[in-house]
C-alpha cells in the first residue's frame, strides 16, 4: 500500500492540522508515513501546504513532486500546485473558494465540494478542513476513522475537548458528500 497527498491553502485554514492528523493516524495503525509541513512567512493569511505518504513498505523520501492526490482549499492553491497532479490522479476541490471554471486539467478526478458554505451549514465554518480530510478518506481511505477519532482525542485537550464531537461530524460529512459525488 502507497498513498501521497499534498494539502494545500492558505494560513488559517487548518491545512497543517488536518495533514498532521492523517500522518499520526498513519502512525497509530503501525504504517510507514512522512508529513513535510510548509507555510510562507506570513502565516495566517499566507500559503500553507503540506504533503503526506503513507505506506507499508519504507519511505523513500518525504518530497512529492507529483501527488496522486491534491487538496486544494483556495484559488492560490489552486493555481499554484494543479499542474503538478500525477496524471489520473484525484483533485479534491474547496469550491466555495475555488473558481472552478478555471480547472484545467482533463486528465484528473475532479471532486468539487464547497468545504466553507457545508462547514458554515453545520453551524462554524472554522469546520471546512475537517470536511475536506473527510472527502479524502471518503475518496481514499487510507487509515480507519477510529484512528483519527482517536488522534483527535488525543490532540485537543482541556477546553478544545468539546470539539472532538463537531470534528467527527464534519469527517464524517466531508466522507458522505465524497461518496455522493461522482467526479469528473
Not at 492523517?22 to 513535510?36: D, H, K, R
Not at 496522486?68 to 489520473?88: D, G, H, T
Not at 480547472?103 to 462547514?119: T, Y
Not at 471546512?128 to 485537543?156: C, D, F, H, W
Given at each position: 500500500m502507497y498513498a501521497d497527498v499534498m494539502m494545500a491553502g492558505f494560513?488559517?485554514?487548518?491545512?497543517?492540522?488536518?495533514g498532521n492528523l492523517l500522518a499520526e493516524a498513519a502512525l497509530l495503525e503501525e504504517l510507514n508515513v512522512t508529513y513535510l509541513p510548509?507555510?510562507?512567512?506570513?502565516?495566517?493569511?499566507?500559503?500553507?501546504?503540506?504533503?503526506?505518504?503513507?505506506?507499508?513498505?519504507?519511505?523513500?523520501?518525504?518530497?512529492?513532486?507529483?501527488?496522486e492526490v491534491m487538496l486544494v482549499m483556495s484559488e492560490q492553491a489552486r493555481e499554484r500546485f494543479e499542474a503538478n497532479v500525477k496524471p489520473n490522479g484525484l483533485l479534491i476541490v474547496n469550491s466555495t473558494l475555488v473558481?472552478?471554471?478555471k480547472l484545467s486539467r482533463k486528465d484528473l478526478e475532479i471532486i468539487n465540494i464547497p468545504f466553507n458554505q457545508v462547514a458554515s451549514e453545520m453551524g462554524n465554518a472554522k469546520f471546512a478542513n475537517m470536511i475536506a480530510l473527510g472527502a479524502y478518506l471518503g475518496k481514499?481511505?487510507?487509515?480507519?476513522?477510529?484512528?483519527?477519532?482517536?488522534?483527535l482525542k488525543e490532540q485537543l485537550t482541556g477546553k478544545k475537548a468539546e470539539f472532538?464531537?463537531?470534528?467527527?461530524?464534519?469527517?464524517?460529512?466531508?466522507?458522505?458528500?465524497?461518496?455522493?459525488?461522482?467526479?469528473?
Amino acid at each position: 500500500m502507497y498513498a501521497d497527498v499534498m494539502m494545500a491553502g492558505f494560513g488559517g485554514q487548518g491545512i497543517l492540522l488536518i495533514g498532521n492528523l492523517l500522518a499520526e493516524a498513519a502512525l497509530l495503525e503501525e504504517l510507514n508515513v512522512t508529513y513535510l509541513p510548509s507555510y510562507g512567512v506570513e502565516m495566517r493569511g499566507g500559503t500553507a501546504n503540506c504533503t503526506v505518504v503513507i505506506s507499508d513498505q519504507e519511505i523513500g523520501s518525504p518530497q512529492v513532486s507529483a501527488p496522486e492526490v491534491m487538496l486544494v482549499m483556495s484559488e492560490q492553491a489552486r493555481e499554484r500546485f494543479e499542474a503538478n497532479v500525477k496524471p489520473n490522479g484525484l483533485l479534491i476541490v474547496n469550491s466555495t473558494l475555488v473558481d472552478t471554471g478555471k480547472l484545467s486539467r482533463k486528465d484528473l478526478e475532479i471532486i468539487n465540494i464547497p468545504f466553507n458554505q457545508v462547514a458554515s451549514e453545520m453551524g462554524n465554518a472554522k469546520f471546512a478542513n475537517m470536511i475536506a480530510l473527510g472527502a479524502y478518506l471518503g475518496k481514499r481511505p487510507v487509515v480507519k476513522t477510529e484512528s483519527i477519532e482517536k488522534m483527535l482525542k488525543e490532540q485537543l485537550t482541556g477546553k478544545k475537548a468539546e470539539f472532538v464531537p463537531m470534528n467527527l461530524k464534519a469527517i464524517a460529512r466531508g466522507i458522505e458528500l465524497a461518496n455522493q459525488s461522482g467526479g469528473r
